[in-house]
């Protein structure tokens, strides 16, 4: 597979156009068309590309030949930490704290999302 059809399909599981994401990680729409022309981005933005779809960049390089080993309910939420910064800051206020605390946070935010 090659680098565009890697990305398109990230793209797909983010719903998001492919435009809009290169977009996002500061990439022109004239970049992404090279991509689709079969381009490969430079290491800086490939990194970037990285970061924003929470992958490696062995991914995107073939290194192994698989697809991330990464479970899909695990990868939806690597991309909310990566794209919610309140996602980053709830994941920071847990540390430390004990299971028992974190079950309690976990069932305090269930009842308030039923409260809307």
Do not use: H
Request: aromatic share 10%; with cysteine.
């Amino acid at each position: 597979m090659v680098f565009y059809d890697k990305y398109k399909a990230l793209c797909e599981q983010k719903n998001i156009s492919p435009t809009a994401a290169g977009i996002a990680i500061g990439a022109s729409k004239a970049t992404v068309n090279r991509w689709k022309n079969g381009s490969m981005p430079s290491g800086s933005v490939l990194k970037k590309v990285c970061e924003y779809f929470g992958v490696s960049a062995d991914y995107f390089l073939d290194v192994d030949g698989n697809a991330p080993k990464v479970a899909p309910d695990v990868q939806e939420l690597i991309e909310d930490y990566n794209s919610r910064p309140e996602m980053k800051m709830l994941f920071k206020a847990t540390k430390g704290v004990t299971a028992e605390d974190i079950e309690r946070a976990a069932k305090f935010l269930e009842a308030m999302k039923g409260d809307k």
